[in-house]
């Protein structure tokens, strides 16, 4: 049994928010701002307008035509406070 659910839906906000209805049924509010600043591949999520052009892919979140993602139970933890699963490196 998977200890998350990938995204069905999303969309956003405002000020770096997403919400995002997963396949489980829970759903919420994903907080990008603590991606903002980061540096690397995240560095793309700097600008409003880069972070709202996101795409849905398979259940992942996406950004620059799949060249940068966060993993389904990343956000599925973010999203919802449950546990990450334990073979998840903290």
């Known amino acids: 049994m998977l ?17 995002c209805i997963f396949e489980d049924s829970n759903s ?9 600043n980061r540096g690397g591949v995240f560095s ?6 880069n972070a709202k ?9 996406t950004w620059d035509e799949g060249q940068i993602d ?8 973010l999203v919802t406070k449950k546990s990450l699963p334990a073979w998840v490196e903290k």
């Open 70 to 77: 966060i993993a389904p139970e990343t956000v599925y933890h």
């Open 44 to 49: 793309y999520l700097d600008t409003e307008s």
């Open 3 to 19: 200890e998350y659910s990938y995204i069905k839906k999303a969309r956003y906000l405002k000020n770096y928010r997403i919400f």
């Open 28 to 36: 919420g509010v994903l907080d990008l701002s603590s991606y903002l």
């Open 53 to 61: 052009s996101f795409k849905i892919v398979d259940g992942i979140i």
